[in-house]
């Protein structure tokens, strides 16, 4: 007979929980049995004491089970998905699904929304007017079997890993989101739920990420990897640099602009070269090699696909995007060349500009955010635009200015430590 208290007490004293443990525990609390406090003091006791390998496949196949797990094998196309463990100014999903579609994959990709200082997919997509993050199984399965789409970025529905979900919120307010097998079965039982037969994940490493060194992005790489290929799902992971934002754009429609150049042929270049890499990776895991992304891209191919893309949820791909009502530029008050440009202040600061949340369910402003006129290795004047700030509310400019105050450094060329966006690459 088990109990909430036995399991909490075994894992608080550094025991191996057993699968029948697990599997008790995860349906018990689904089912309501298990109070939340109790579920918070045995995810302290893991983030404490850790979970093994054994156990972690054993967590993610529980929080599986506590929910459907949907089945693409039947579509004549081979699926995919990519998913990111969260940075500032990555927009990457914008293009790279579209583009991937347009290679011949079908993409079914279920997203969230952003917490915090990282942005949500779904906060994004949600900038264009009428486009709809919620749609059924059915319509999802019809979206990807049709060639001329292909790929569907939507939100998850509520029997997609339930125990996940509620997992989810009572660690973010209890203090115990940071631990690798509680993120790892975190993220890939909703990956596996998805039915996707092959993934590649973008582990964000430094000063704008979750993870801030290598080795434990490596960690968290290794385990998702290992859970992935493990659950039957061909995947890989890249260690990607997350110490400067993503392209020139945070926040929601001035990052969905911005793919929309990428799409066009255009594009910053760092947003370009990711989205190539991670589409050839999603491609050779779904056995089409021999095919060259940047074809599509330069063709018009996944411009097309994302058109149809947003047409399918309701969107309207022609539309004006939505543009805050002020605007502030903050000036460089220094010449030379800008050495630094910090993805944590600058996604603090976009947060607090109105295009994150601070809490679960609140609105997100969709103009709002930041334009960054300059990048690492820039050589600049004294004068000359750094960051422009966007938002609805004026009463954020100064907020957002105080928390600015040190993102963008300027020195010396020789002081410019500029690493490469790929850090590593890990496979089963
Ligand atoms: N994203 C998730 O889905 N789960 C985590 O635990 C962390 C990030």
Redesign the pocket.
Known sequence: MHSAVSVITAKRDGGELSDAQIDWVLDAFTRGEVADEQMSALAMAIVLRGMTRRETARWTQAMIESGRRMDFRDLPRPTVDKHS??GVGDKITLPLAPLVAACGAAVPQLS?RGLGHTGGTLDKLEAIPGWQADISAARMREILADPSIGAVVCAAGADLAPA?KRL?AL?DVTGT?ESIP??AS??MS?KIAEGTGALVLDVKVGRGA?LKQLDQARELATAMVELGTDAGVRTVALLTAMDTPLGCTAGNSLEVAESLDVLAGGGPADVVDLTLALAREMLAQAGLDGIDPADALADGRAMDHWRAMISAQGGDPDAQLPSARHTETLLATASGTVTHLDALDIGLATWRLGAGRARQGDPVQHGAGIEMHVKPGDEITEGQPILTLHTDTPEAIPVATDLLRDACTIGAAEDVHTQPLILGRVTA
């Open positions: 463990t969260g969230g996940d989810y660690r989101v509680l993120i975190s993220i909703k979750f």
